[in-house]
């Protein structure tokens, strides 16, 4: 995957078949446009202590959607669908984060994962879709 330590801007990308995280944003400002993170086994995008900008992405099929710990971020236009863990988990977030328009489905493959998961008092979700998709094996 991509380690980003400090200010960066990673637009216009696919991140596949990560071992592990497909991007981690961490002591900084970041931008992430326009990518394509699929088929990791961790969370497709992982932000620690920056504050991002992640907006018009496709993260699926990955361990998890995204993760951010602490600092304010903004989620917007993203499409977080087929992850196998959680589309979003938010944790101990501060001043602020904003997750609008964006969609936002998951696979339930088990109880502990779902759409969203807010662990935090400061959060706006405005304009998003949730899904849940399942299937069920007919056999015959």
Same mark, same amino acid.
């Given at each position: 995957?991509? @380690?980003? #330590? =400090?200010? *960066? +801007?990673?637009?216009?990308?696919?991140?596949? &078949?990560? *071992?592990?995280?497909?991007?981690?944003? !961490?002591?900084?400002?970041?931008?992430?446009? /326009?990518?394509?993170?699929? #088929?990791? *086994?961790?969370?497709?995008?992982? *932000?620690?202590?920056? +504050?991002?900008?992640? =907006?018009?992405?496709?993260?699926?099929?990955?361990?998890?959607?995204?993760?951010? %710990?602490? !600092?304010?971020?903004?989620?917007?236009?993203?499409?977080? +669908?087929?992850? %196998?863990?959680?589309?979003? %988990?938010?944790?101990?977030?501060?001043?602020?984060? /904003?997750?609008? /328009?964006? =969609?936002? @489905?998951?696979?339930?493959? &088990?109880?502990?994962? #779902?759409?969203?998961?807010?662990? =935090?008092?400061?959060?706006?979700?405005?304009? &998003?879709? !949730?899904?849940?998709?399942? @299937? %069920?094996?007919?056999?015959?």
């Amino acid at each position: 995957g991509i @380690a980003c #330590s =400090t200010r *960066a +801007t990673i637009r216009d990308n696919k991140i596949l &078949n990560c *071992a592990g995280l497909g991007i981690l944003l !961490f002591h900084g400002h970041s931008v992430l446009e /326009n990518c394509e993170i699929s #088929s990791c *086994a961790s969370f497709g995008v992982y *932000a620690s202590n920056s +504050t991002s900008i992640i =907006t018009d992405n496709y993260i699926h099929h990955n361990g998890g959607g995204i993760s951010i %710990y602490q !600092f304010p971020s903004e989620l917007i236009n993203n499409v977080i +669908t087929c992850n %196998y863990g959680y589309g979003i %988990y938010l944790n101990d977030i501060y001043p602020n984060l /904003n997750i609008i /328009n964006s =969609t936002i @489905a998951v696979i339930p493959i &088990n109880r502990t994962n #779902s759409s969203i998961v807010i662990m =935090t008092k400061y959060c706006s979700v405005s304009d &998003n879709v !949730f899904m849940i998709f399942s @299937a %069920y094996l007919v056999q015959q």
